[in-house]
């Protein structure tokens, strides 16, 4: 028998108990799952399952568990914490990835087709003859190829985008064209007509569009943010999008979220606002992936998607 702990919101516990329970059937685990806002004895308890914004923050008492599995895909709020010293794992499940390529996909086309003009122009004016270039004379620039920048890329490559994509070790990803490093920013981002920001939010990717890396781009190029607010000096943004530098940016993810009401990007005329939607992870998807990694750990197998706590992701 393996001591499950369900440590997020309550409302989570409805949707993923079913879920869980079945993948742990599914992958021939005898569990004992239990919601954390049940009795339990943390000392017995082999696994949490866990969202950052649980009440749960100290690990101090569990004292043999033997890995936590976060429930989402950025571990900013978890990685840090010093009383977790056990191995932690991130969510990454075709769900969430399938979520991203639908957001991000969407939030591109709308930019390349400039589908703005037609939809706010229901005004009787015949305006023919804005005609945007193809998707193969398009250049996209993906920061971050991980689970979801690389997915996304690709996805867009089947479109016919020029896709370009950056990350912290050089990669490999078919149909991308890969950078890495200080240098292979510039190149990533010199003449991009659009960015999509899908990396993680640790003290070595803050601000990485600010006024320097937002002047490589091609005059009036769209900003898509499905990744951390922290990645975009917000100042630097706004100048940019005043100058005509940035021709629109659509931003998922802020510092402060909810976005407070009086903030500059609500009323900005080229900025869209989504409240941090781009991609839920979803309970059926992520429980099988949670049942995976304990039938993994419980059969002496590596973790999959464990963060690098050094790294920060
Ligand atoms: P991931 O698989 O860990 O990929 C992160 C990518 O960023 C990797 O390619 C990594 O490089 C790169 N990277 C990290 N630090 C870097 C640095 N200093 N310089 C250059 N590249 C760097 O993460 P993921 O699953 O794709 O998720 C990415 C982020 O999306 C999450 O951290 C989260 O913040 C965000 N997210 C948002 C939503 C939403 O609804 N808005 C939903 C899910 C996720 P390497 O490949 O070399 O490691």
């Known amino acids: 028998m393996v001591n499950v702990l369900f440590a997020a919101l309550p409302m989570r516990w409805d949707q993923y108990e079913t879920p869980l329970r079945k993948s742990f059937e599914d992958v021939g685990l005898d569990v004992e799952l239990t919601p954390s806002n049940a009795p339990f004895d943390p000392a017995e308890i082999d696994y949490v399952i866990y969202a950052p914004n649980s009440e749960i923050q100290d690990f101090t008492p569990f004292s043999r568990c033997k890995a936590v599995l976060n429930l989402w895909a950025g571990v900013e709020d978890i990685v840090g914490n010093e009383t977790l010293t056990m191995p932690l794992t991130r969510m990454v499940d075709f769900g969430l990835t399938e979520g991203m390529i639908e957001w991000c996909t ?27 270039p193809l998707a193969r004379d398009r250049i996209i ?108 940016a659509t931003l998922d993810v802020f510092r402060i979220e909810p976005l407070p009401a009086e903030h500059a990007f609500w009323s900005h005329p080229r900025v869209t606002v989504t409240p941090h939607i781009a991609s839920e992870t979803r309970a059926t998807s992520a429980a099988a992936v949670v049942a995976e990694n304990i039938r993994r750990a419980e059969a002496g197998e590596p973790l999959l998607h464990r963060v690098d706590r050094k790294a920060g992701y």
């Open 106 to 132: 969407g939030h591109v086309l709308r930019h390349h087709l400039g589908m703005d003009a037609h939809i706010h122009g229901q005004d009787g004016v015949w305006r023919a003859g804005i005609v945007p």
């Open 141 to 248: 620039t993906i920061l971050g190829l991980g689970a979801l920048g690389s997915a996304v890329g690709q996805a867009l490559r089947a479109l016919n985008f020029q896709v370009r994509g950056w990350s912290r070790s050089l990669k490999q990803v078919e149909g991308i064209a890969c950078y890495a490093g200080d240098d292979g920013l510039s190149e990533a981002l010199t003449g991009a007509e659009g960015v999509v920001l899908l990396l993680p939010n640790t003290p070595a990717t803050e601000n990485t569009l600010n006024a320097s890396t937002l002047s490589l781009l091609a005059e009036g190029a769209f900003i898509i943010n499905p990744g951390r607010g922290p990645l975009i000096d917000d100042t630097a943004l706004l100048e940019a999008l005043d100058s005509g530098q940035v021709g629109h």
